[in-house]
């Protein structure tokens, strides 16, 4: 990798000099300073902060929702049980950014969908920063919502009370009622008429953390966190067992032994590191039920808080679309990715063979992720796990400083013009890396750029600067075009 990458502090912030004659290029190139200041810190601090909305059925959550972000978004409809999905918005508030989640009812002891839609607004909770919780103060508390109160508590997240259907100095006293529910003051609000709002999203911000939260890595000098993600039954607990050198968790040829995440604390080449066996992946979350439903929802979480993610392929069937599923949910969470192969040890020659077709087509997009070819029940190759894990950690932390990246991108610009469209042909201007865990970088063009020019830039920023084991994000800024001074 080029020597002039920084992958130790790797926190994608720029220097004082190097900021300012970032910004100088901007101005000469006719962007508003502001416009670039906007697009760095947008794609710089990565995902924003989130804000979950619960409470049982028909309290008004979609009603606040479309009241927060200012628009008709969410379908409301006055009986209970029309949101079934979380559903994720953007929202603003006081120049704050922050993204709102709109839950189902939550509801104690239902079944069939009704329980998979308290399940989304559980995993909804879990992921979020911090909480609204909405009450329909015209009602009271009910024994639902003290329900909801127990699983805030057990969350242990930041939560604003809403003291909904307020619409007038008479519903002030029932507000007040809800303090007995012990989650502090109730702050009255009429979603329908936006009452109370802005004294109740000044409250959500000061729940909100300023950036948000890096839910992967613990304190400095802490563990690395290593999720084991796959379909079921492909040797993720016989993997953890056998770095582990002894039976940790339970291993049985029944799919699905393993429900929830489990942590163990292993030491390898020296280093300790936080291994984290998940239940094994069935098929689309929607669509399962039950235990598996559960299971997946606990699996998906803990991916979120991994640094890396090591995919279990079972090399003795044929790669699935369950299996892409899988690899795309740990690239869009933005993690170190490892690809182990398992049961490699099993292969005859024309299973190695055909197995080699479908790795360069059905996982073509994650071509860049370091793989090992191990089995876990003899231990084949398990001495090339970390070192893997280590190349896919360096990539995911890599930062570019932003005058290597600006001579590299002049280089691709002169050498590779984006494709005339229209009469007129888009040019990349400059750029920077605005974050890392994972790169982040921010194009601003003179034009839109097409998204086949994209995945070129990407494909030789990999070549030029490495970028092994992680996914890559880029944005572009266009130049808005500005009338004639009269």
Same mark, same amino acid.
């Given at each position: 990798?080029n020597?002039q990458?920084?992958?130790?502090e790797?926190?994608g912030?720029?220097?004082?000099?190097?900021?300012?004659?970032?910004?100088?290029?901007?101005?000469?190139?006719?962007?508003?300073?502001e416009?670039?200041?906007?697009?760095? &810190?947008?794609?710089?601090?990565?995902?924003?902060?989130?804000?979950a909305?619960v409470?049982?059925?028909?309290?008004?959550?979609s009603?606040?929702?479309?009241?927060?972000?200012?628009?008709?978004?969410?379908?409301?409809?006055?009986?209970?049980?029309?949101?079934?999905?979380?559903?994720?918005?953007?929202?603003? *508030?006081?120049?704050?950014r922050?993204?709102?989640?709109?839950?189902?009812?939550?509801?104690?002891?239902?079944?069939?969908?009704?329980?998979?839609?308290?399940?989304?607004?559980?995993?909804?909770?879990?992921? /979020?920063?911090?909480?609204?919780?909405?009450v329909d103060?015209?009602?009271?508390?009910?024994?639902?919502?003290?329900?909801? +109160?127990?699983?805030?508590?057990?969350?242990?997240?930041p939560?604003?009370?809403?003291?909904?259907?307020?619409?007038?100095?008479?519903?002030?006293?029932?507000?007040?009622?809800?303090?007995?529910?012990?989650?502090?003051?109730?702050h009255?609000?009429?979603?329908?008429?936006?009452r109370?709002?802005?004294?109740?999203?000044?409250?959500?911000?000061?729940?909100?953390?300023?950036?948000?939260?890096?839910?992967?890595?613990?304190?400095?000098?802490?563990?690395?966190?290593?999720?084991?993600?796959?379909?079921?039954?492909?040797?993720? !607990?016989?993997?953890?067992?056998?770095?582990?050198?002894?039976?940790?968790?339970?291993?049985?040829?029944?799919?699905? =032994?393993?429900?929830?995440?489990?942590?163990?604390?292993?030491?390898?080449?020296? #280093?300790?590191?936080?291994?984290? &066996?998940?239940?094994?992946?069935?098929?689309?979350?929607?669509?399962?039920?039950g235990? &598996?439903?559960?299971?997946?929802l606990?699996?998906?979480?803990?991916?979120?808080?991994a640094?890396?993610?090591?995919?279990?392929?079972?090399?003795?069937?044929?790669?699935? +679309?369950?299996?892409?599923?899988?690899? #795309?949910?740990?690239?869009e969470?933005?993690?170190?990715? +490892?690809?182990?192969?398992?049961?490699?040890? #099993?292969?005859?020659? &024309?299973?190695?063979?055909?197995?080699?077709?479908?790795?360069?087509?059905?996982?073509?997009?994650?071509? *860049?992720?370091?793989?090992?070819?191990?089995?876990?029940?003899?231990g084949?190759?398990?001495?090339?796990?970390?070192p /893997?894990?280590?190349?896919?950690?360096?990539? *995911?932390?890599?930062?570019?400083?932003?005058?290597r990246?600006?001579?590299?991108?002049?280089?691709?610009?002169?050498?590779?013009?984006?494709?005339?469209?229209?009469?007129?042909?888009?040019?990349?201007?400059?750029? =920077?890396?605005?974050?890392?865990?994972?790169?982040?970088?921010?194009?601003?063009?003179?034009?839109?750029?097409?998204?086949?020019?994209?995945?070129? +830039?990407?494909?030789?920023?990999?070549?030029?600067?490495?970028?092994?084991?992680?996914?890559?994000?880029? !944005?572009?800024?266009?130049?808005e075009?500005?009338?004639?001074?009269?």
């Open positions: 990798m020597d990458i920084d992958s130790g790797a926190n912030e720029l220097g004082d000099a190097e900021y300012a004659e970032f910004m100088e290029i901007a101005a000469h190139e006719g962007f508003d300073p416009e670039v200041e906007g697009a760095i &810190d947008e794609a710089g601090h990565g995902p924003l902060p989130i804000l909305v409470g049982r059925p028909n309290v008004g959550k009603t606040l929702v479309n009241r927060i972000i200012g628009r008709r978004e969410a379908v409301v409809e006055d009986k209970p049980g029309v949101t079934r999905d979380r559903v994720t918005y953007e929202a603003e *508030w006081a120049g704050r922050f993204k709102i989640v709109d839950t189902g009812g939550w509801e104690q002891d239902v079944l069939g969908i009704d329980a998979s839609v308290a399940a989304q607004a559980e995993y909804a909770i879990e992921a /979020a920063d911090a909480v609204v919780f909405v103060s015209t009602v009271g508390a009910t024994d639902t919502d003290e329900a909801v +109160v127990r699983l805030l508590r057990k969350a242990g997240k939560v604003v009370l809403c003291a909904n259907k307020v619409d007038g100095l008479s519903g002030e006293a029932d507000a007040t009622a809800l303090w007995s529910l012990g989650l502090g003051e109730p009255p609000v009429s979603s329908l008429h936006g109370g709002t802005g004294d109740m999203l000044d409250a959500v911000l000061e729940a909100l953390p300023d950036a948000p939260a890096q839910t992967f890595g613990l304190a400095v000098g802490g563990p690395r966190r290593i999720a084991l993600i796959g379909r079921p039954n492909v040797g993720k !607990s016989s993997l953890l067992n056998r770095v582990a050198k002894e039976d940790r968790v339970v291993v049985n040829e029944v799919a699905g =032994t393993t429900r929830d995440p489990v942590d163990e604390l292993i030491e390898l080449g020296g #280093t300790v590191w936080k291994f984290i &066996d998940t239940a094994g992946i069935r098929r689309r979350v929607h669509l399962q039920a235990a &598996d439903y559960y299971a997946s606990r699996t998906a979480a803990a991916v979120e808080k640094e890396v993610a090591v995919i279990l392929i079972d090399t003795t069937e044929s790669i699935s +679309v369950q299996d892409q599923r899988i690899v #795309t949910m740990a690239v969470a933005g993690r170190a990715i +490892v690809i182990a192969y398992n049961k490699w040890d #099993t292969l005859d020659e &024309d299973r190695r063979y055909y197995l080699e077709r479908e790795i360069e087509t059905e996982l073509a997009q994650v071509a *860049w992720a370091p793989r090992v070819n191990v089995s876990a029940l003899t084949r190759h398990m001495e090339k796990l970390v /893997a894990i280590e190349t896919a950690l360096a990539g *995911w932390e890599t930062r570019v400083p932003t005058g990246l600006n001579a590299f991108l002049g280089e691709l610009v002169a050498g590779h013009p984006h494709p005339v469209r229209g009469g007129k042909q888009p040019r990349i201007l400059f750029g =920077t890396q605005a974050g890392a865990k994972p790169p982040r970088f921010v194009l601003f063009a003179s034009g839109f750029i097409e998204a086949g020019y994209r995945r070129f +830039v990407e494909r030789r920023l990999r070549e030029e600067f490495g970028f092994a084991g992680t996914p890559i994000h880029i !944005s572009v800024r266009v130049r075009k500005r009338g004639r001074k009269k």
